[in-house]
C-alpha cells in the first residue's frame, strides 16, 4: 500500500521561510520522478516542482529562485525549500509522482503566509 505523508506546513510571515518534507512508503521510491503541487482555495491544484530521477529539476515560474526541490533516496523522501514567501503561495502543499497518480494523493499540508 502506497504512502505518501507531507509534514513542514504552517504560518509564517511574508518573506519567510519553510521546509516541507514527503515520506514516502510502499514505492520504489528511487524509480519515480517526484513532485510538489498546491491547491489554493477556489483553485486547481497545480504543479509546483518536480524533480526527476537523476535530480533533475522543473519549477512553476512563480517559485523560480524562490523553491528548491530535492530527494534523499535513502530516505524515501523529497523536500521542498520554501524561502521569500508570499501571500500568493498561500495553499495545501502535496507530494506525488510526477506525473501524479490520483490513487496517490495524501493529506497534504497546509502554508499560510499572512503577517
Known amino acids: 500500500q502506497v504512502q505518501l505523508v507531507e509534514s513542514g506546513g504552517g504560518l509564517v510571515q511574508p518573506g519567510g521561510s519553510l521546509r516541507l518534507s514527503c515520506a514516502a512508503s510502499?514505492?520504489?521510491?528511487?524509480?519515480?520522478?517526484m513532485g510538489w503541487y498546491r491547491q489554493a482555495p477556489g483553485k486547481q491544484r497545480e504543479l509546483v516542482a518536480a524533480?526527476?530521477?537523476?535530480?533533475?529539476?522543473n519549477y512553476k515560474d512563480s517559485v523560480k529562485g524562490r523553491f528548491t526541490i530535492s530527494r534523499d533516496n535513502a530516505k524515501n523522501t523529497v523536500y521542498l525549500q520554501m524561502n521569500s514567501l508570499k501571500p500568493e503561495d498561500t495553499a495545501v502543499y502535496y507530494c506525488n509522482q510526477w506525473p501524479p497518480y490520483g490513487a496517490y494523493w495524501g493529506q497534504g499540508t497546509q502554508v499560510t503566509v499572512s503577517s
Open positions: 510502499g514505492i520504489i521510491f528511487s524509480k519515480y520522478a
Open positions: 524533480i526527476m530521477i537523476g535530480g533533475s529539476t
